[in-house]
């Protein structure tokens, strides 16, 4: 059992940057993939970032590619956010999938455990 809970959203202006974190209550993150999702009103919810267990493999969306960082510890992973866009307005999730792996996975099925959100809103 992980219960995951994001921080860091907030309201930010075009350019300014963010930095979320989701950490994980009841255990630690040595051995779960992990992932930052993201969904826009109207919008399917989309991987944004995604990272292997031991950190050694990430992932990227094409639009943020460049711009954001996914980076992991045992007890929480983050995503920094520079030259936020009004595009990148959502609510943010953490997901975790309990996997010793390599990779990472960008499906929403292939992940066990989520949080609650965090709204990110970037005003132009």
């Known amino acids: 059992q992980v219960q995951l809970a994001e921080s860091g959203g907030g309201l930010v202006q075009a350019g300014g940057s963010l930095r979320l974190s989701c950490g994980a209550s009841g255990g630690t993150l040595n051995n779960y993939v992990m992932g930052w999702f993201r969904q826009a009103p109207g919008k399917e919810r989309e991987c944004v970032a995604a990272i292997s267990s031991r950190g050694g493999s990430t992932f990227y969306v094409d639009s943020v590619k460049g711009r954001f960082t996914i980076s992991k510890d045992s007890v929480s992973v983050n995503l920094q956010m520079n030259s936020l866009k009004p595009e990148d307005t959502a609510v943010y999730y953490c997901?975790?999938?309990?996997?010793?792996?390599?990779?990472?996975?960008?499906?929403?099925?292939?992940?066990?455990?989520w949080g609650q959100g965090t709204q990110v809103t970037v005003s132009s």
């Open positions: 997901a975790a999938r309990p996997i010793i792996s390599y990779s990472y996975y960008t499906r929403r099925s292939a992940y066990d455990y």
